[in-house]
Nanobody, 126 residues
Framework: VQLQASGGGLVEAGGSLRLSCEVSGRTSSSYIMGWFRQTPGKDREFVATINAYGTRTSYTDSVKGRFTISRDNSKNTAYLQMNSLKPEDTAVYSC????????????????????WGQGTQVTVSS
């Protein structure tokens, strides 16, 4: 399984970006998808997760109401729509996948994910 993240860039505070994460390889399986972010000198931080069907989501408090995670299983792609961006959102954003449906719980720690994509840089200027 391979994950390819894209969509990062430079944006002014208050602006928007949409990140994409395309899954290839064993796409017939059910996957929970997640987004994490990391800044230099800090641990990777959970941002959002979505179950295999796109019916349940979870977010870290700092992005609730501003970020939306979604997925299009016909395209094997997950998205992270980021609105009202703040300078503190600046980070390298990575997508991750975990086998399973997420029908009961949605994992919010990086050790519970099986596959990772490369990061994409998001920079928000003030």
């Amino acid at each position: 399984v391979q994950l390819q993240a894209s969509g990062g860039g430079l944006v002014e505070a208050g602006g928007s970006l949409r990140l994409s994460c395309e899954v290839s390889g064993r796409t017939s399986s059910s996957y929970i998808m997640g987004w994490f972010r990391q800044t230099p000198g800090k641990d990777r931080e959970f941002v959002a997760t979505i179950n295999a069907y796109g019916t349940r989501t979870s977010y870290t408090d700092s992005v609730k109401g501003r970020f939306t995670i979604s997925r299009d299983n016909s395209k094997n792609t997950a998205y992270l729509q980021m609105n009202s961006l703040k300078p503190e959102d600046t980070a390298v954003y990575s997508c991750a996948a975990r086998y399973g449906s997420g029908a009961v719980t949605l994992p919010a720690t990086q050790d519970r994910y099986d596959f990772w994509g490369q990061g994409t840089q998001v920079t928000v200027s003030s």
